[in-house]
């Protein structure tokens, strides 16, 4: 196992019912240490920017208006195998399929507001952190 860091962004719809302390909880229950965390509101082509992979798709335009109506919390997440022990805490994609006591069981109200993000793999998770922090800001 390796120390890992991940970006973890808690979406409009948490953000909107109050619910980043209580899913801020069950990542540190998780063992993840949140050494970065801001509370920001993307414009648009910042949006598009980050959510680049997915330009082609017809969500495109639904996921990018939806990250950009209401603040989100953009946090790195770090821990012993960071980056799968985060997409374990949020569960799957889609809150119907997410297992028993996971973030989007809980809390997401559909594929689209799905009330978190977690990279995806490494070579993500260094473009994702770099997208919103300075190494100056990462404070293990
Ligand atoms: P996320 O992990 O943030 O990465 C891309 C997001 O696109 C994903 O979570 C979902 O919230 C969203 N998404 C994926 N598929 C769809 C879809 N069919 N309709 C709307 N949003 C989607």
Redesign the pocket.
């Known amino acids: 196992m390796a120390t890992e860091r991940t970006l973890s962004i808690i979406k409009p719809d948490a953000t909107k019912r109050n619910l980043t302390g209580i899913i801020n909880s069950k990542f540190e229950a998780a063992g993840l240490r949140i050494v970065a965390q801001k509370r920001i509101q993307m414009t648009k082509a910042q949006a598009g920017v980050f959510?680049a992979v997915?330009k082609e798709r017809p969500?495109f335009d639904?996921?990018t208006t939806f990250m950009t109506s209401e603040p989100v919390v953009v946090q790195v997440l770090e821990g012993e195998d960071a980056i799968l022990k985060n997409r374990e805490v949020m569960g799957a994609?889609n809150p119907a399929e997410a297992a028993d006591g996971t973030i989007r069981k809980e809390f997401a109200l559909s594929?689209?507001e799905?009330s978190v993000?977690?990279s995806d793999a490494p070579e993500t998770a260094a473009v994702e952190i770099a997208y919103f922090f300075s190494g100056l800001e990462l404070v293990g």
Do not use: A
């Open positions: 959510y997915h969500f639904e996921l994609t594929l689209g799905n993000h977690g």
